[in-house]
C-alpha cells in the first residue's frame, strides 16, 4: 500500500438538494460524500425547491448549511427572468451566478437575450458567472463573455464541437474556463442503454469520439474536473418519470486516480483540474493545514454500499479502480478516517 498526500479537493459542481430535496441528500450526508472523495471544498448549485433566487431562500439555505456541513460550502445563486433584480441582494452571501441555458432537473431557465444582459450587467463583475449550455448555447456564452468582457466558466462540457470552440475561443483570447465530469470522460452512450435512467444526465452522456475529445483537452483547454453531483433516489430512478442526474462525489477521484495509474494524465495534471485550478477560477479562500491522504495502489472495487451519499447508488458500481480516501485532515483536525466521518455537524464554513 502506498499512501499519498494531495491538497483537499474542490468540486465546484454539486446538488446537495436543501431546501426542498432533502429524501434525496442534505447538507450533512452530501459534504460527508465529498470528504468521503477526498473533497474539502464544495459548491452547491441554485436548482433547488424553491430555486436559490431570492433573499429569503438564501437566509435558510444559509442557516440549514451552518448547522449541517462537515466540509466548506459555498452556494450559487440562480437567475430566473423575475427575479433578476434581486441578484445584487444575492451576491454578497453566494460565490457565483448560475445561469441554465438548457433543459434539466427543475425549472430554473434563462431562454431570452434581454435577461441574459440583465445578468451580465446586474451581476458584480468581481464574481463568476457560471452557465450550463449546451451546443450552440456555448456560443452564446462566448458571445456574451467577450461583450462584456467578464469571465464565463462553462459547466460540465461533454461534446467534441463543444470543447473545440471552447478552445477557440481561448486561443482568441476570450475569459472563459471550463469542467468536464467524470461520467463524460468515462462512459458513453452505450452505458446509456445498458443503464437507462441509472446513466441519464443533463448534458446525456455522448458518443466514444466525444469522450475521446475531452481526453484530448485534459492538459490544455480543460481547466477543472468537477462531479455535478446530482443524487436522485433509487424510486425516482425507476418511477415512470426519471430524473436526470447522477452521483460523483465518492467516486471522481478514484476513477481519475486510476486514468493516472493508467498514464493517460499526469498525478500534477490531477491536482490542478481538481484543487487548484478551481480554487483559483472561483476566487475560493485557502484551506490552512488541510491534506487528504490517499492510497494510489491497492485495487477495490466501487459499490453502492460503501456510499455516504443519501441516494446510495452510483453508475460506477462495480468499476475496479485505485485511490480509496483514507484520511482528510480540514484546518489540522482529523474529519474523516478508514470509512467514517469524524466531523461534527456545523464544522465546515460557509464560504461567500
Ligand atoms: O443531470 C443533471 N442533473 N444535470 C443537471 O444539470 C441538473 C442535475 C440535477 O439537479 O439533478
Ligand atoms: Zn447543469
Ligand atoms: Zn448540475
Redesign the pocket.
Known sequence: MAIIKLPGLADV?T?LRVPGGEHKEDFFTGSAAALAGGVTTVLA?P?TTPPLTTPAVLAETLQKAQQSIICDVGLFAGASPDQIDLLPQLAPQTVALKIYLND?FGPLRVEDLPTLQACFETWPRQKLIAM?AEGPNVAIGIGLAASYRRPVHF??ISRRDEIELIAAAKAAGLPVTCEVTPHHLFLTRADADRLGPWADMRPRLATPGDAEALWAHINTTIDCVAT?H?PHTRAEKESATPPP?VAGLETSLPLMLTAVKEGRLSLARLIELMATNPRRIYGLPEQPDTFIEVDDQTPFTLTNEALLTKCGWTPFAGWEVVGRVQRVVLRGKEVFATGRVIAQPGSGHIIQ
Open positions: 459542481h446538488h448549485m436548482n434539466t450550463h459547466c460540465h455535478d446530482a442526474g
